[in-house]
């Protein structure tokens, strides 16, 4: 279905003359998810994004649909249950997108140690009996020499062994936009480069739309619409702030974690690895397999600088690097072995307390080993049968009373979402995970819902793929190898249309049809382009190149030769003069100069 900059202005045109059920504020996962449930429950729904899809937090995270192992040992089960169950779901409505990928848990003896052997085998038994994972996913341990044998470049000291369980890449951009086009496809209006700059009221003081500003054009228009949500991510607070009857206290604690890219010439793990930092401060970093490359993070530092602009520091390079070359002491990554990086904020609720359990060093006071202990055996025993749920939640609470209430470490911080309804009227969803965002909008239609006098029957969202998403989620490989063949009967070899398949899911045969060559483009990306520009509302090459596809990222090598091309094709196909062509040629420039860290290279090199 057609989604471009052509059908953006008939919609800017149309949507002014709507009185809508639904306006969503934010197009990053949260908003889409909104936006998808209710235009396919037949409200009559609009989506207004400022950037681009997926520009903030929801292109910059660890692309990991996970339950967010670590979170047990700060007691955030809720979390952890929503979340855990939550990757099947998504793994089923979008099936070409999270990929299971059994992640490995060395485990040190060291200060500050998340879990020991014994508390990780209860974690990852927790973790999957939560999720219902048995059979060739379930979890199981690894002693010493299994561990090196799988990776050998491992530190050694300290390994006591460890563990490996489910977990599931994604690609967090992606899942956006299939969220987003399956909205539009079911009628909703979405827009990008549009931003709430006002929410208004009726006579009696409740929410009744907002005023917005096409960033484009820069002209002001009005959207009418009967609930209004606020799904804004790290700018909850800032959006409310735009609703002058907002009654509700400030909530946001955004805190930035940063990824780091090599070659896996440089590192070059099987599977996705989990570990502590070693540095006692309640941390663990991820480092994941992806293309060629390796990635690695992430840091969670509290941020107060532009929310739009999050960069990577000299120390959080310092940071990272420590820790990777630590574990992986033959590696001796420097920072000329980065290729990419990105920085996100991740949108914490301050409210949600947590403990500051294993070294945070936040609160004052330290939970004690019996009470956590307690939490352990009680947990083995409910897993044995031995004990019932609320055993658990009531060893929980009560190490929990045993917490400090001071300002808990950002790493402690729960991160889980929240509901809200201000007294206008106006709704926010904020928090929660890209894992959990199925859910999480699940609830907020509920409320919309009675909001709107409980006129609609709401869809199963459990049941409702995304766009692209129409393949057997129980035998995805041989789907996606089937369409790949019709990519292949285009002239394609096997490894392009399987990147194609891949990317597109059941997308592909509509991709296929755009087979107008590119001068400068392979024939897969000349698909690529061609259907990223009629259908994705791709607007700069930016937006290509970072959020449509991974050339900026994790295809680093491919990049160079693919910028002028595609600028050529994108200045043909939007008319840009030579100015607006060279701005975007800039634009371009600068996004993968900071992604390459250029900056600190040079700042290295004067020193
Ligand atoms: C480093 C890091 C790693 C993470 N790793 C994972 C992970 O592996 N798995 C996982 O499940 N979760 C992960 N998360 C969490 C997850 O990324 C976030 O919870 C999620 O992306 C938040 O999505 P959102 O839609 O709420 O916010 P966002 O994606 O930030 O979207 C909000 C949107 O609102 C727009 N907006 C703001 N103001 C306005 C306005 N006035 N008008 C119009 N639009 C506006 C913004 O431009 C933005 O695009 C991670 C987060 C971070 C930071
Ligand atoms: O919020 P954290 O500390 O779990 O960090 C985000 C992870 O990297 C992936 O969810």
Avoid: C
């Amino acid at each position: 279905m057609v989604f471009s900059y052509k059908t953006r202005n008939e919609e800017i045109q149309n949507v002014q003359d709507e009185e809508l059920d639904l306006l969503v504020i934010g197009g990053g996962i949260t908003g889409a998810g909104v936006a998808v449930q209710a235009a396919a429950s037949g409200m009559k729904t609009a989506l207004v994004e400022m950037q681009d899809f997926a520009e903030g937090t929801s292109s910059r995270s660890t692309k990991l649909v996970h339950g967010g192992i670590r979170y047990l040992k700060t007691f955030d089960v809720e979390v952890v249950n929503d979340t855990v169950k939550e990757r099947a779901n998504v793994q089923h409505i979008a099936p070409h997108i999270p990929k299971p990928d059994p992640m490995l848990l060395p485990i040190y003896d060291e200060a500050g140690a998340t879990f020991n052997m014994f508390s990780a085998k209860v974690a990852m038994d927790l973790y999957d009996r939560l999720a219902g994972v048995t059979g060739k996913f379930a979890n199981y341990t690894l002693n010493k020499s299994e561990v090196l044998e799988r990776q050998p470049q491992l530190e050694k000291e300290g390994l006591q062994g460890g563990g490996v369980y489910l977990d599931f890449r994604n690609n967090d951009s992606r899942l956006v936009i299939e969220n987003i086009k399956k909205a539009h496809e079911d009628g909703a209006r979405v827009l990008n480069k549009v931003k709430v700059v006002k929410i208004t009221h009726d006579q009696q003081g409740m929410v009744n739309g907002a005023d917005v500003q096409d960033v484009i054009s820069g002209r002001n228009f009005h959207i009418n619409a009967k609930v209004v949500i606020n799904t804004s991510g790290p700018w909850t607070d800032e959006v409310r702030d735009l609703d002058k009857k907002d009654d509700l206290s400030d909530q946001m604690r955004p805190t930035k974690g940063v990824h780091l890219v090599v070659d896996k010439e440089k590192l070059n793990v099987p599977q996705p690895t989990y570990f502590d930092t070693g540095e006692n401060d309640g941390r663990m970093i991820f480092v994941v397999p992806r293309e060629d490359k390796t990635y690695f993070g992430t840091t969670d530092t509290d941020y107060h600088g532009d929310l739009k602009h999050p960069k990577v520091t000299q120390e959080d390079v310092d940071y990272l690097l420590r820790i990777v070359n630590r574990r992986y002491p033959d590696a001796k990554i420097g920072l000329d072995d980065i290729e990419a990086s990105w920085a996100g904020l991740r949108p914490l609720i301050t409210a949600n307390g947590g403990s500051d359990y294993n070294g945070g060093g936040g609160g004052s006071e330290k939970l004690s080993d019996e009470s956590f202990n307690k939490v352990v055996n009680t947990t083995k025993e409910y897993l044995e049968d031995d004990a019932k749920r609320d055993d658990v939640e009531k060893a929980i609470q009560e190490a929990d009373s045993a917490q400090d209430s001071g300002e808990v470490d950002p790493s402690q911080i729960s991160r889980g979402s929240s509901l809200e309804e201000a007294s206008d009227g106006l709704v926010t969803l904020s928090g929660g995970k890209i894992t959990d965002y199925r859910l999480m909008a699940e609830g907020a239609l509920k409320k919309i819902n009675e909001k709107l006098d409980s006129q609609f029957d709401l869809i199963d969202s459990k049941e409702y793929p995304v766009s692209g998403g129409d393949i057997d989620p129980d035998n995805v490989d041989e789907e996606i190898k089937k369409l790949a063949k019709q990519a292949q009967d285009k002239g394609l070899n096997e490894k392009d249309a399987l990147y194609l398949a891949n990317l597109y899911g059941s997308n592909l045969p509509t991709v296929l049809t755009y087979d107008e060559p590119i001068k400068g483009l392979s024939q897969r990306d000349s698909f690529s382009l061609n259907y990223a520009l009629n259908e994705e509302l791709v607007l700069t090459p930016v937006d290509y190149f970072l959020r449509r596809t991974n050339f900026i990222l994790f295809i680093r090598d491919e990049l160079d030769a693919l910028e002028q091309p595609v600028l050529d094709k994108m200045a043909e196909f939007y008319q840009w003069s030579d100015e607006e062509k060279a701005n975007y040629q800039k634009e371009l420039a600068e996004v993968v100069a900071e992604s390459d860290l250029k900056e600190l290279k040079e700042d290295e090199y004067r020193e």
